[in-house]
């Protein structure tokens, strides 16, 4: 079994042929992808790629580098969408 751990499907290039990515990978035996947020602009796209496929995750967060665009993101936030 293969586990991509950290991917980010909604990034330029990968978005606009998301299903043609996931096939490629699942051709190549990956069985489930962890798809990474790393803004909350990224949220939304992140939980419906999992919603849409059974084999992809989300992660929903803020990465350190973009901490000081999201003032308004806290804790509560956070754990609330994370429980989608």
């Known amino acids: 079994m ?3 751990s950290h991917c980010h499907l909604n ?3 990968l ?3 998301q ?3 996931l096939e490629r990978a699942r051709a190549r035996g990956v069985t489930a ?3 990474i947020a790393t803004r909350e602009s990224e949220w939304d796209d992140v939980l419906a790629a999992a919603e849409a496929n059974a084999d992809v995750w989300a ?3 803020i990465h350190p580098h973009d901490a ?3 003032p ?3 804790t509560a936030k956070l754990v609330e969408r994370a429980a989608h």
Do not use: R
């Open 59 to 61: 992660s929903v967060g």
């Open 15 to 17: 978005a606009e042929q």
């Open 2 to 4: 293969l586990v991509d």
């Open 33 to 35: 992808m962890l798809n």
């Open 11 to 13: 990034y330029k290039g």
């Open 72 to 74: 308004d993101v806290d």
């Open 68 to 70: 000081d665009h999201h």
């Open 19 to 21: 299903g043609e990515v």
